[in-house]
């Protein structure tokens, strides 16, 4: 099973950027589908963004889509997020997911075997 390792979280003023990065332990990564979710104060973890294996097929939340990009490195054991036009409502902390029994892409919590420990981004107005 992988290890995972988010990074690039941080301050950042609204309509800034930000890249964060998951690095994986082990030699199946690209075995595992990847993905991102996030958590604000008070709220329940939700979906931002999948990758399939391959890195051919992603999808996003509503909320992200066209802002955000994911993107993984097979050969570095890394997954990205970049996130552009950020606001306030994008303040979470955010975890990076694998999966590898899913098919397809992780679009739901249950479909995470391996969380990160979470990485905080806060975009001030």
């Known amino acids: 099973q992988v290890q995972l390792v988010e990074s690039g979280g941080g301050l950042v003023q609204a309509g800034g950027s930000l890249r964060l990065s998951c690095a994986a332990s082990g030699r199946t990564f690209s075995s595992y589908a990847m993905g991102w979710f996030r958590q604000a104060p008070g709220k329940e973890r939700e979906f931002v963004a999948a990758?399939?294996?391959?890195?051919?097929?992603?999808h996003y939340a509503d909320s992200v889509n066209g802002r955000f990009t994911i993107s993984r490195d097979n050969a570095k054991n890394t997954v990205y997020l970049q996130m552009n036009s950020l606001n306030p409502e994008d303040t979470a902390v955010y975890y990076c997911?694998?999966?590898?029994?899913?098919?397809?892409?992780?679009?739901?919590?249950?479909?995470?075997?391996?969380w990160g420990q979470g990485t905080l981004v806060t975009v001030s107005s």
């Open positions: 990758i399939t294996r391959s890195g051919s097929s992603t």
């Open positions: 997911a694998a999966g590898e029994k899913v098919e397809g892409s992780i679009l739901t919590s249950g479909s995470v075997e391996v």
